[in-house]
């Protein structure tokens, strides 16, 4: 049985992903920070703060729904303590239907696994810190169907595309869109 902290994160998280506009103010401090594989190439200390953290998540999220036929999140291991929340999750990616993170064609049938580990901290009831990473070599990998030539060479045509990204924020953070008007 999931806690409620463990709810909260899974319906923010949702709400993050649907572009809710009025999630950041009410599920996160102002002071909010996240590390990622992907902050890393995005920011001068690799992280992504505030508001614009949300939007990138946003962003990442729809890239990913936009490029595979069905994508999974499942947890695989919980710990809470007073001001933290660790997850092992699983993410599963199924029928690629457009290239994707520097592949420019991958098989249809395809499905990739990786486990992804999150570490939520809170201060006052809010996400005020999120550290997030998963093996991204190994996610290369299995996409490349352990062809290790071919995910190197997709690491090498992902990456004018982050580098682009990291220019776009003239020595600062890249500033990712608004979300889109509420319907």
């Not at 709810?7 to 999630?23: K, L, M, N, S, W």
Request: charged content about 25%; overall charge negative.
């Amino acid at each position: 049985m999931q806690s409620a902290r463990s709810r909260f994160i899974d319906t923010t998280y949702e709400r993050v992903h649907a572009g809710d506009p009025d999630v950041f103010a009410e599920c996160f401090t102002p002071d909010f920070t996240y590390h990622g594989p992907e902050s890393k190439m995005m920011s001068p200390d690799g992280a992504l703060h505030g508001e614009n953290a949300i939007r990138a998540m946003y962003a990442f999220n729809n890239g990913d729904k936009g490029s595979w036929g069905k994508v999974e999140r499942e947890i695989i291991v919980e710990v809470e303590t007073k001001d933290r929340l660790f997850r092992v999750m699983r993410w599963t990616a199924q029928k690629p239907y457009k290239a994707y993170a520097g592949f420019d064609k991958l098989p249809p049938d395809m499905k990739v696994k990786t486990e992804v580990f999150i570490l939520y901290t809170f201060r006052d009831g809010k996400i005020c810190d999120e550290f997030f990473a998963y093996d991204t070599l190994g996610y290369f990998i299995d996409m490349a169907q352990g062809d290790m030539k071919k995910a190197a060479a997709a690491l090498s045509n992902f990456a004018p595309m982050m580098e682009n990204q990291k220019a776009s924020g003239a020595g600062g953070e890249v500033q990712f869109p608004a979300f889109p008007a509420k319907k």
